[in-house]
């Protein structure tokens, strides 16, 4: 590569850095408090906020989606789980804003062993403060426990996500 085409390379490259800069104002940051403690597992969560100023890109709210991996001979117990949280007002009331939870729907194909959760939240640090009202209100531990104890629930994935409006 000689001296001409190695400094049209360095040019390209550094507007492919600016663009981003260009276009949103400033470069994506995380949020504060990117580290989560969830029970004896820690998930370190990737969120970013990209604050642009002519309003291409809102981040207002953080949502939690829980992917669950289920025993599709037990949907029924597993319902039951999805609607004590729901109907049980348990979520609302600990802090999160309840989207809903989506059960597989047989004879449409797919898989019929993955359900969703979807719960809204403000910021990181009330989806924070609602594990641990979460963990101090008795009809969650209950409903938790509910589901160990029929084993509906074989796994679970958490992933957090931003809503581009």
Same mark, same amino acid.
């Given at each position: 590569? &000689? $001296?001409?085409?190695?400094?049209? #390379?360095?040019?390209? *490259?550094?507007?492919?850095v =600016?663009?981003? *800069?260009?276009?949103?104002?400033?470069?994506?940051?995380?949020l504060?408090?990117?580290?989560?403690?969830?029970? %004896?597992? $820690?998930?370190?969560?990737?969120? =970013? +906020? *990209?604050?642009?100023?002519s309003?291409l !890109? =809102?981040?207002?709210?953080?949502y939690?989606? !829980?992917?669950? $991996?289920i %025993? @599709?001979?037990?949907?029924?117990? #597993?319902e039951?789980y999805a609607? &004590?949280?729901? +109907?049980? %007002? !348990?979520?609302?009331r600990?802090?999160?804003?309840?989207i809903?939870y #989506?059960l @597989?729907k047989k004879?449409?194909?797919g898989?019929? &062993? !993955?359900?969703?959760?979807l719960?809204g939240f403000k910021s *990181?640090?009330?989806? /924070?403060?609602y594990r641990?009202?979460?963990m101090?209100?008795?009809?969650?531990? =209950? &409903?938790l426990?509910?589901? /160990?104890?029929s084993?509906c629930?074989?796994? +679970?994935?958490?992933?957090?996500f931003?809503?581009? +409006?």
């Amino acid at each position: 590569m &000689n $001296t001409h085409s190695r400094r049209r #390379f360095i040019i390209g *490259l550094t507007a492919l850095v =600016a663009w981003p *800069l260009k276009m949103f104002g400033k470069a994506a940051r995380p949020l504060r408090g990117d580290e989560i403690k969830l029970s %004896d597992e $820690t998930h370190v969560s990737r969120l =970013a +906020e *990209l604050s642009a100023p002519s309003g291409l !890109i =809102a981040c207002s709210m953080i949502y939690h989606c !829980i992917r669950y $991996t289920i %025993d @599709p001979h037990k949907l029924d117990a #597993f319902e039951a789980y999805a609607r &004590n949280w729901m +109907e049980g %007002d !348990i979520i609302r009331r600990c802090g999160g804003k309840p989207i809903g939870y #989506f059960l @597989p729907k047989k004879g449409l194909g797919g898989s019929d &062993n !993955i359900a969703l959760a979807l719960i809204g939240f403000k910021s *990181l640090a009330d989806y /924070e403060n609602y594990r641990g009202k979460l963990m101090d209100d008795s009809d969650a531990r =209950a &409903n938790l426990a509910e589901a /160990e104890k029929s084993r509906c629930i074989l796994s +679970e994935e958490r992933s957090y996500f931003y809503r581009v +409006e």
